[in-house]
């Protein structure tokens, strides 16, 4: 398993803008599709965006496209995730994980870590 570990996450107030970092504790990170998931309170964990090994290729939940851009460097270990516009909805706790594959299933591959808080006042 690669240890993943989240941050980046505040307080924001609505139409602001957030980078969330991912970083991974080894290097065949660079090897494997990574997404970024959330979790709002009271809500089941839902895919937000992803991004396949080589970065060529990403894939967004609707809620978020056009706002949210995912990235990655591979020779850091670590996959970013822009947040513009941000809106009240967008609250949740923020978590990354590697998938089996960042364009279809999105199963993710490894424990789930602490995540990082995202939250937008209106």
């Known amino acids: 398993q690669v240890q993943l570990v989240e941050s980046g996450g505040g307080l924001v107030q609505a139409g602001g803008s957030l980078t969330l970092n991912c970083t991974g504790s080894?290097?065949?990170?660079?090897?494997?599709?990574v997404a970024w998931f959330r979790q709002a309170q009271g809500k089941e964990r839902e895919f937000v965006a992803g991004?396949?090994?080589?970065?060529?290729?990403?894939s967004y939940a609707d809620s978020v496209k056009g706002r949210f851009t995912i990235s990655r460097r591979n020779p850091k270990r670590t996959v970013y995730l822009q947040m513009n516009r941000l809106r009240p909805e967008d609250t949740a706790v923020y978590y990354c994980?590697?998938?089996?594959?960042?364009?279809?299933?999105?199963?993710?591959?490894?424990?789930w870590g602490q995540g990082t808080q995202v939250t937008v006042s209106s």
């Open positions: 994980n590697r998938v089996t594959h960042a364009l279809r299933n999105k199963d993710p591959l490894d424990s």
């Open positions: 080894r290097r065949t990170f660079g090897d494997t599709d």
């Open positions: 991004i396949m090994w080589d970065g060529l290729a990403k």
